[in-house]
């Protein structure tokens, strides 16, 4: 008989991993804790942007005509354990206040949650990003507290999707790791995914701690590399360099690559920040701090790139932001997502509202999560609009609309044509010949 599913958690991860488990064959409940999400789902709703998912879950969710019926959500623990052969744990690990470390109450919470509701054998994969060692500890909790006991086991199964890229990436990984305690463990993955592994994507088999670290390790790369670029951006800017020939000229080069070297206001989001962040204090706690310091560089150095876009700004504008309208294109932490969580574009408009700038923000997507986050600053419908009047114009947010903006347009709005590029993202030349003063982070000043 074909396996059954569940989800644990209906966020990004979640949402977008139920989703992706209906369309490929497999019957789906995802659970949630919060009613009004579930409600959402029910209807084919996606509680988030991320383009292509609202599609795929309304080809499976059960009730919406034409739908395959395989997807179902439900708040109900009980109905899960009763469900599932496999059951995914989704939910989020974010930073604890005040401290590096990662919080894990939640996936604390849904393992206590539906381990007593496994009555029969089941197997538990962890997906969540958690500190190294989490899987070994929640292997015996799971044990102790199903009736099932032993035959209640766990596996992790990292996740590597890019918000804005979720039902691809999900649908087709470039891997799947697993770490796993048994064969059977394995089977049952190799099953699930037998799909994604038959097209193409490399199942790596390995032990708890290995495939915890590979998640983390992984983030830690990324990160590593942006605050490298950014690194070189300062530097290109103190010896009158141009960071984004340099990225194409070492990116040529395979083994360093070209994705991931794009300059600017640096890395945000709801996972990169926390994740180095919590991959130091896991360091630390296992005495191996050391081997991590330079993470700790990468932080600042990304963290730096905010305050230095904002510095720019004000010289841009005089040495001052008082009586000046400063317009702030992109409100997300990327583009192609509604999410601005540690958004660096937010962070600087901000940071300019509080040095007493009047601050416009417009984004595609992200203007209610930002209004939310900082209700303080002023919200316009469009670009054209956040422009009005501006003294400078901050790209901060790489959407396609911005790159296709209109420079002469946007022109005749303005009342100063000063750009700041924050991504080095827009074609200077086209706004030079526009009669704009561009100025982006680690290039020459034309
Ligand atoms: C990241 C990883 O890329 C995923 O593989 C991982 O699964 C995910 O975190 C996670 O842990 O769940 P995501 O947070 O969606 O994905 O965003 P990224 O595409 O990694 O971008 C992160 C930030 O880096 C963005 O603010 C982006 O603007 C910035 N960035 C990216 C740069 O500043 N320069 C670059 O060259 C690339």
Redesign the pocket.
């Known amino acids: 008989m074909a396996l059954k599913i569940t989800v644990i958690g209906t966020g990004y991860l979640g949402a977008t991993h139920a989703a992706a488990m209906a369309e490929l064959g497999f019957e789906v409940l995802g659970l949630d804790v919060v009613p009004e999400k579930i409600e959402m789902l029910g209807r084919g709703e996606v509680p988030m942007y991320e383009p292509g998912l609202t599609e795929l879950l309304r080809r499976h969710v059960a009730g919406i005509e034409g739908s395959s019926g395989r997807l179902r959500f439900t708040t109900s623990y009980e109905e899960a354990g009763e469900f599932g052969d496999v059951h995914f744990i989704c939910v989020n690990t974010p930073q604890k206040h005040g401290e590096y470390a990662c919080d894990m109450s939640h996936v604390d919470a849904a393992f206590d949650a539906l381990a007593p509701h496994l009555t029969r054998p089941a197997l538990v994969v962890g997906k969540s990003?958690v500190p190294v060692g989490s899987a070994v500890r929640l292997a015996a909790r799971l044990a102790a507290l199903a009736p099932a006991g032993a035959e209640a086991e766990l596996a992790w199964n990292p996740?590597?999707?890019?918000?804005?890229f979720a039902v691809q990436d999900t649908l087709h990984p470039d891997r799947i790791v697993v770490g796993v305690a048994s064969e059977r463990a394995e089977r049952l993955l190799r099953e699930v995914y037998a799909k994604p592994v038959g097209a193409g994507s490399p199942f790596i088999v390995m032990d708890y701690p290995t495939a915890e670290l590979v998640k983390t390790a992984?983030?830690s790369f990324?990160a590593t590399k942006?605050s490298f670029i950014n690194a070189m951006a300062e530097v290109c800017e103190a010896a009158d360099g141009d960071v984004v020939k340099l990225a194409e000229a070492i990116g040529h080069d395979e083994r360093i690559g070209r994705k991931?070297?794009?300059a600017?206001v640096?890395?945000?989001?709801?996972?990169?920040p926390k994740?180095i962040r919590a991959f130091m204090a896991r360091a630390g706690e296992l005495g191996a701090d050391q081997a991590l310091t330079f993470l700790r560089e990468v932080d600042s150095i990304n963290m730096r790139r905010r305050g230095h876009m904002v510095e720019l700004t004000r010289d841009a504008v005089g040495g001052s932001f008082l009586g000046k309208r400063v317009a702030v294109l992109g409100a997300t932490?990327?583009p192609d997502s509604d999410d601005v969580r540690d958004s660096?574009a937010l962070n600087v408009a901000g940071q300019i509202h509080l040095q007493g700038g009047q601050v416009t923000v417009y984004d595609p997507k992200g203007m209610e999560n930002a209004r939310r986050v900082f209700p303080t600053l002023d919200y316009a419908d469009s670009a054209l609009e956040a422009a009005r009047g501006a003294d400078a114009v901050l790209h901060l947010t790489e959407w396609r609309e911005f790159r296709e903006l209109d420079p002469a347009a946007l022109g005749a709005v303005v009342s100063e044509r000063r750009i700041l590029d924050g991504r080095n993202a827009l074609d200077p030349e086209l706004w030079r010949e526009a009669g704009w003063t561009y100025r982006a982070l680690g290039r020459p000043q034309a």
Request: proline share 4%; aromatic share 16%; glycine share 24%.
């Open positions: 990003t996740e590597f999707l890019r918000e804005g992984a983030n990324l942006i991931f070297l794009r600017g640096g890395f945000g989001g709801g996972c990169l994740d932490f990327k660096p």
